[in-house]
């Protein structure tokens, strides 16, 4: 039997990963650059301002 987890919980094997966020630094890229960054990857972000 699978565990239980948060409703909409994504799990992501990212532990020693670089993941690169363009627009990362608000709205929805800052989101998914935090949710890498609490999963383990080291989060690199671009954006034009």
Not at 12 to 38: C, E, H, P, Q, Y
């Amino acid at each position: 039997m699978s565990s239980p987890r948060e409703p909409g919980a994504i799990r992501l094997a990212l532990a020693g990963r670089v993941v690169l966020v363009t627009g990362g630094v608000r709205g929805v890229g800052a989101g998914i650059s935090k949710v890498f960054a609490d999963q383990g990857a080291t989060v690199v972000t671009c954006a034009r301002r």
